[in-house]
């Protein structure tokens, strides 16, 4: 992960954290959504920020793809929670964001490849048009950040998605692009 490995020598001094949360997509057992992980988030920093001293340094956030809607929520949600909550906030000093759907996600091979399951609904609000999303993005826009840059990283073109093909993992670029149908599992 380069975040771990390359970021401290390129920025030394730096204390880097990592956050997870389940994203599995086939046979997930996780009803979480991009709110719990939100709050998930909101309480891991709070527990790693836990001296009055922490809770004053600057805060650097970086996401890719839901990862980048969980950090908005957690901002959103911090702007009206507790003094801690609100600290985050405070001391975000910048955003990056990496290939994150803000506006959605042409997901609509992923919610026939988990239809059914648990996490459904989590991949439902990543739709385009859908309320979460919208929601997300204009609470995001209202609570707006003072003196916190934000920069957004995304694709300008078409890229892979995944499906299933013989009960195996595919990839594909829509009706005029290129096609790679090689198994991410078995070869």
């Not at 730096?14 to 997870?20: A, M, N, S």
């Not at 046979?27 to 959504?33: G, I, L, M, Y």
């Not at 836990?50 to 929520?73: D, M, V």
């Amino acid at each position: 992960m380069w975040l771990r490995d390359f970021l401290p020598n390129a920025v030394p001094n730096v204390r880097i954290l990592t956050f997870g949360y389940d994203s599995a997509l086939k046979n997930s057992s996780s009803f979480s959504s991009a709110m719990d992980f939100a709050r998930h988030l909101l309480e891991h920093v709070n527990k790693v920020r836990s001296s009055n001293e922490k809770k004053l340094r600057p805060i650097i956030f970086i996401g890719h793809s839901l990862g980048g809607l969980i950090i908005k929520a957690a901002l959103v949600e911090a702007a009206h929670g507790s003094k801690n909550d609100r600290a985050i906030r405070n001391s975000s000093a910048g955003l990056f964001f990496f290939g994150v759907p803000h506006k959605g996600l042409d997901n609509e091979k992923i919610v026939n490849l988990i239809k059914g399951q648990p996490n459904s609904q989590l991949v439902e609000n990543l739709k385009p048009n859908s309320q979460f999303l919208d929601l997300a993005y204009r609470n995001f826009l209202r609570d707006e950040l003072d003196d916190c840059p934000i920069t957004s990283f995304y694709e300008t073109k078409l890229t892979p998605t995944v499906e299933v093909c013989l009960n195996k993992y595919s990839f594909s670029i829509g009706a005029n692009g290129l096609y790679y149908r090689k198994s991410m599992g078995n070869g």
